[in-house]
């Protein structure tokens, strides 16, 4: 790339038919050196949107130390959202260290929605992250039980993924999280873990269900922490 740029004298700026630009692209990568070199040498924009408005920080939302680097050194915004809404803490719902620090440095809100109402806790739920879970339920107070457009849960999203086991106990042990709740399409996630086969899912699914049947909250859930 730098041959390219420095000796065939390729512009580094030059969007493509989406309006990507190298940097967003290099963002992506989480090659920080590079990026550097073209914002210090080739003054491309950090600032640079695309066609759906995608920042480069958006872009750059799965690197801690490109993060950094652009919010502190380049003064993007870290507020910043695309043509759908979606926040730079959306895009990083799946890394724990760049959620804290975009929360407790940057001030960002944990609570956001995009223009389709998923939360972060909903993304973070897509990416069966149980860290990043855990940490805005229990530290920011996210809703688990909040509802995207279409009527779903973040525990409709989790068994949409494979391996969410973990995922899946922790959403039902904090007692809000209903298991039998209906989308706007009537799908429950009980429902879409049986579906797709995911047979730990569902074990725990149904290990839930037949403590609820019998037991008042306080007690299913402490059954289904301690296993008494």
């Known amino acids: 790339m730098r ?3 420095d000796e065939c004298h390729c ?7 989406d309006g990507y630009t190298v940097l967003h ?3 992506e990568q989480g090659s920080l ?3 550097k070199y073209l914002i210090n040498h080739h003054h491309c924009d950090p600032m640079a949107t695309d066609n759906s408005g995608e920042t480069v920080l958006h872009r750059a939302a799965g690197h801690i130390d490109s993060v950094k680097y ?4 380049c003064h993007c915004d870290p507020m910043a959202t695309d043509n759908s809404g979606e ?3 959306h895009r990083a719902a799946g890394h724990i260290d760049i959620v804290k620090y975009l929360i407790n440095e940057c001030h960002c809100d944990p609570m956001a929605t995009d223009s ?3 939360t972060i806790l909903h993304v973070a739920a897509r990416r069966n992250s149980p860290d990043v879970i855990k940490y805005l339920i229990d530290e920011c107070h996210c809703d688990p039980m909040a509802v995207n457009r279409w009527g779903q849960t973040p525990l409709h999203y989790v068994v949409a993924g494979w391996d969410c086991s973990a995922a899946v106990e922790y959403l039902l042990s904090t007692g809000k999280c209903d298991p039998l709740a209906k989308d706007n399409d009537g799908e429950t996630p009980f429902k ?3 579906e797709r086969g995911d047979t730990d899912a569902l074990s725990v699914l149904k290990k839930f269900g037949g403590i609820k049947s019998s037991h008042p909250i306080d007690s299913y859930v402490n059954v289904l922490l301690v296993g008494n």
């Open 25 to 27: 692209i290099v963002a």
């Open 192 to 194: 879409l873990a049986k």
């Open 3 to 5: 041959y390219l740029i």
């Open 11 to 17: 512009d580094p700026m030059v969007p493509d038919n």
């Open 116 to 118: 389709y109402n998923r």
């Open 33 to 35: 050196d590079f990026m």
């Open 87 to 89: 926040t730079v803490l």
């Open 70 to 73: 652009l919010i502190n050194e």
